[in-house]
């Protein structure tokens, strides 16, 4: 579902001719490895070159959490995951973090 | 989850997210508990004053630096006395000043304070996020219902207290594993129990080799390893009856005490999913399995396995498996001087999920192929299956499940069982999610005994589940 707004936020990018690069790590390298990416972006059509999936070791996607505040715990192969979405400018500064549908504040 | 807003994106280009997801559709996709914020806010606490006296640190080295470079030359060693001249110029009263009759510190000697200052505080703040990371989580679910009958218990009707349920699961490194799942719960006598549901040490070889020792789901079929005891996660408002928890009424064994084998492959595309496992044989007791969790009395074992097909491209979100297992069980309501009867059973079951960003579908049929041991009855056929099917429209999930068990009640397996008769229910239900950890569930069921009693009863069922 969370992905799916990210694709309603191309769409809105595309229209308003904003460039915008999308990256998304999973939570669960254990089970979501790369081939498993790579069907996941076949499937959903998700395979523009500014769509960047990232996987790593449990520990480093913890720390990664950890420090960008995604909070996440897994109850067995179910991953307990919020959808916030972070947003950084051209200079790399975040300019907003919120819900998916918070975004639409931030296209002005 | 808060939103804050610092000023505006640039106009033309932005780097969206850092977005995390789980699950590729095969993988079932859920959201959010809340966090330790407290625990780690402290850490964060720590972290800053840290920081801060780093910056106190490095500014006190660099007026010192500044005050060598700008101090004499200091005097030829043998020359007491002239040192403490380039001290004199230090700030009186801080640590830093050098004591009278002390030599001056030398550039060498900075650099190698400020090295162990920048060792601390790596060490320091390694520590901090190794104790970020230490401990043990605690989640859990919960929840409640009401009813013209008990969900799990038909002959109550009105509210009910479902149960409330622990999930623990410790940090002990980076391949030992631990699970607890500690539940209290209301039994078919009104009153709360509780029960130690899972209890798993474990130990993880590689990617395609996780060991565990203690009580687990036994892996037979989808559902009872794909969904546990916290009742949020699932779709529906409650297990397949023939599948559900032995204290529930499930006449197959949820739960295993012993070893179990878990693992998946990559083969292509594809990705083959394993377990194996062996455990106490059960036991009825009540008119209910019982798995024995102190071990038995005549060394019986169950043994099992299952295998499964998780597949890609045009079938993507669809996984495939058959599953096996044989145990000999023990009917102990049968007290002496009558022999205890004891039957083998066989179970063969074959399973399809196909789980994706809309549907959520879920088959399983299983054969059971019993031979009484003791009564000379013989062997006996008997088999029992549900077909489960869920749309996602957001935040509806509306479903639709059918189940039937045909259990022959010559099997004394079947017989002594309280829920051991023969059935079919159909449901139509509607999950909505108020939150992202809690749900709403309503079902109407319409459920039909067919051999012991031949009865049928339908229910209205409401269900608000939680997690945490």
Do not use: C
Request: charged residues 20%; aromatic residues 10%.
């Amino acid at each position: 579902m969370t992905v799916r707004r990210l694709q309603q936020m191309q769409r809105e990018f595309d229209r308003r001719g904003t460039r915008a690069e999308f990256l998304v790590i999973g939570y669960d390298p254990e089970r979501d490895d790369a081939p498993a990416w790579h069907q996941y972006r076949e499937t959903r059509h998700l395979t523009r070159s500014n769509w960047h999936f990232l996987i790593g070791t449990r520990t480093a996607v913890e720390q990664t959490a950890r420090q960008l505040g995604f909070e996440f715990w897994k109850y067995d192969e179910h991953v307990m995951h919020d959808t916030r979405i972070l947003y950084f400018d051209e200079r790399g500064r975040l300019v907003e973090t919120g819900e998916a549908a918070g975004y639409e504040t931030t296209l002005r | 989850m808060g939103t804050a807003t610092p000023p505006r994106a640039g106009p033309s280009r932005v780097w969206v997210g850092a977005l995390l997801v789980a699950g590729l559709g095969h993988t079932p996709v859920t959201y959010a508990a809340a966090a330790d914020s407290e625990r780690i806010a402290t850490l964060e606490q720590k972290l800053d004053q840290s920081l801060q006296l780093i910056r106190q640190l490095s500014a006190r080295v660099n007026d010192l630096e500044a005050q060598v470079a700008q101090a004499a030359p200091a005097a030829p060693a043998g020359r007491p006395g002239t040192g403490a001249a380039a001290a004199a110029a230090a700030q009186p009263g801080t640590a830093a000043a050098t004591p009278p009759g002390t030599a001056a510190a030398t550039p060498a000697d900075t650099a190698q304070r400020l090295a162990r200052v920048e060792q601390t505080v790596t060490e320091m703040a390694a520590s901090a996020g190794q104790r970020a990371e230490e401990g043990m989580a605690t989640h859990g679910f919960a929840d409640v219902g009401v009813g013209n009958h008990n969900a799990t218990f038909s002959k109550y009707q009105g509210a009910n207290v479902g149960e409330l349920d622990f999930f623990l699961t410790p940090r002990l490194g980076s391949r030992t594993r631990a699970l607890f799942e500690l539940n209290f719960e209301v039994g078919s006598d009104g009153a709360v129990g509780v029960d130690l549901e899972r209890a798993q040490l474990g130990y993880q070889f590689a990617d395609s080799a996780t060991v565990w020792l203690g009580r687990f789901h036994t892996p037979y079929g989808y559902y009872n390893t794909a969904f546990h005891h916290g009742q949020q996660i699932a779709t529906s408002l409650r297990r397949p009856r023939f599948i559900d928890f032995e204290d529930h009424g499930g006449i197959m064994p949820a739960h295993t005490v012993g070893a179990w084998l878990t693992g998946s492959e990559r083969v292509g595309d594809e990705k083959v999913t394993y377990d194996v496992f062996i455990g106490n044989s059960q036991r009825i007791q009540g008119g209910i399995l019982d798995m024995n969790n102190a071990g038995n009395t005549h060394g019986s074992t169950i043994v099992g396995g299952n295998l499964g097909l998780i597949l890609s491209g045009a079938l993507d979100g669809l996984k495939v498996g058959v599953d096996v297992f044989q145990t000999r069980i023990e009917d102990e309501d049968v007290l002496p001087p009558l022999p205890t009867p004891a039957t083998q059973v066989r179970s063969y079951g074959v399973y399809a999920a196909y789980d994706t960003d809309t549907w959520e579908d879920i088959g399983e049929f299983h054969v059971f192929d019993n031979q009484d041991l003791t009564g000379h009855t013989g062997t006996h056929r008997s088999d029992a299956g549900f077909l489960q099917m869920g749309y996602r429209a957001g935040r509806y999930t509306p479903y639709a499940r059918y189940e039937r068990g045909a259990l022959q009640q010559s099997d004394h397996f079947f017989a002594a069982q309280t829920n051991g008769s023969s059935y079919y229910r159909t449901a139509l239900g509607l999950r909505f999610d108020v939150d992202l950890v809690s749900s709403l569930k309503l079902e109407l069921a319409e459920t039909h005994l067919t051999d012991r009693v031949i009865d049928s009863y339908d229910e209205a069922l409401l269900q608000y589940a939680i997690r945490f």
